[in-house]
């Protein structure tokens, strides 16, 4: 109990420094919010596109397999219908009989209320679709979804992929971008929001490769999540997913999950889709073998990471209270400033200006910040609770042998670097 309590502090405290120092706000706060929205703030938003840019990097440019997209967010209704999501994308609802609040009925253990303590009313099944309509009349005919999932355009846009852009099977096409779930409960700060962002990849495969290329996939995604990200490997959870529990698409899925805070909860998941989609969006067989000249559905392996989660669960594993100081250790290349550079004196003109010129010349490189507020020793921890990895500081021995102090974020110690070594240095420390 007293272990829970803690978790919960460390919560608030991270939800805290996230509103404090500009990292993720509540959505349109000054009208009260909406719906558990969050709005990622200047330090937030470097952060994610660190995250985004080295997904797109390691699997996409660095792979001779690996294509892009970036689909349209509404798409023909036809799709979620032939996907399925119409019919099988729903969760059980239950209703409050005395309070009318509603709950998924998977999160509630007990017939009672969780608020109010009143009789549950029976499950019903609800969609998860989020609705609007395209054009002036809000009728039937103009009804659309916003994608639950960035999948399906990847499956729609099959033949086109492979059509210009001369990949053979195996070959994967990846997508970032937002999707929206009409969740029943949303809940655990950006845990589980309406309005979420995924990076997905489709990976296409013969059928009989499935289970090689699933074992692949499950090892690249354990690589990312350790090597690239650096997350604890004693926080992360491998769960099969057992049958009746699984997407109405998946024949096999593996749950990554990590101890949050609130729990262990699932961070990423890796699916074999089979040919389900393929099959159901296109008549006729949409690959041809070149050698054998036969025509078949590509199978499909999709590992499936979320962008949130990454940001949460990287926040959380960084997060490190010591003594004097909260510290984010984020790996320098993920860290939203790699650097800061502090003139010693504000009231020096001569310190200013080369801690100026400094941070002008480093600007164009790195993503970089200027503090000359208060004395050292606070702007030092102000960086480390953002996780800046390096500080450099102008002082009088600067002046006379053009070098800077600089400082490391984890070990505190400081070393003396030539001004003119300085862009070498940050690459080699932040690569
Ligand atoms: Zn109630």
Redesign the pocket.
Same mark, same amino acid.
């Given at each position: 109990m007293k272990e829970k309590k803690e978790e919960n502090n460390l919560m608030e405290k991270i939800i805290s420094l996230c509103k404090r120092r500009g990292f993720i706000f509540p959505g349109s706060e000054i009208y009260g919010g909406l719906a558990n929205s969050y709005d990622y703030g200047p330090l937030g938003v470097e952060l994610k596109n660190n995250i985004k840019n080295l997904w797109w990097k390691r699997f996409v440019h660095q792979r001779n397999d690996m294509v892009g997209i970036d689909a349209a967010l509404i798409m023909n209704p036809k799709v979620w219908e032939a996907s399925g999501h119409l019919k099988e994308f729903s969760d059980p609802l239950v209703e %409050? #009989? #005395?309070? #009318?609040?509603r709950f998924r009925a998977d999160h509630v253990n007990s017939k009672k209320?969780?608020? %109010? +303590? +009143?009789v549950?009313g029976e499950s019903r099944q609800f969609n998860l679709m989020l609705k609007t309509f395209l054009g002036p009349a809000e009728e039937k005919a103009n009804e659309v979804f916003f994608r639950p999932e960035t999948a399906q355009a990847m499956f729609v846009d099959f033949k086109n992929v492979l059509e210009t852009s001369r990949k053979k099977i195996p070959f994967g096409i990846a997508q970032t971008g937002k999707a929206f779930r009409n969740e029943i409960t949303p809940g655990n700060f950006i845990f589980r929001t309406r309005e979420f962002e995924q990076m997905e990849i489709e990976y296409f495969i013969k059928e009989n490769d499935w289970k090689d290329s699933f074992k692949y996939w499950q090892k690249e995604m354990w690589d990312w999540m350790t090597d690239a990200l650096g997350l604890k490997k004693d926080s992360i959870h491998e769960s099969d997913v057992p049958d009746g529990e699984r997407a109405h698409y998946s024949k096999k899925t593996i749950d990554f999950e990590y101890d949050f805070p609130f729990g262990k909860s699932e961070l990423y998941g890796l699916a074999y889709r089979a040919d389900f989609d393929l099959k159901n969006h296109f008549k006729e067989a949409p690959y041809k073998d070149e050698e054998t000249g036969e025509k078949f559905y590509p199978h499909v392996i999709e590992p499936t990471f979320g962008v949130d989660r990454s940001v949460l669960a990287l926040i959380y594993d960084a997060y490190k209270e010591e003594s004097e100081r909260v510290v984010l250790k984020l790996k320098p290349m993920l860290a939203p400033y790699k650097v800061a550079v502090f003139p010693l004196l504000k009231n020096k003109p001569e310190l200013v200006k080369i801690a100026r010129e400094i941070y002008a010349g480093l600007k164009k490189e790195f993503n970089a910040v200027f503090d000359d507020r208060g004395n050292i020793g606070k702007r030092y921890y102000s960086q480390d609770e953002i996780g800046t990895p390096f500080c450099l500081t102008v002082d009088f021995e600067s002046l006379e042998n053009n070098d800077v102090t600089v400082r490391h974020r984890d070990t505190m110690a400081q070393e003396r670097i030539k001004i003119k070594d300085l862009v070498k240095f940050l690459e080699d420390g932040i690569s």
């Open positions: %409050c #009989k #005395k309070c #009318k609040r209320c969780p608020d %109010c +303590g +009143g549950l």
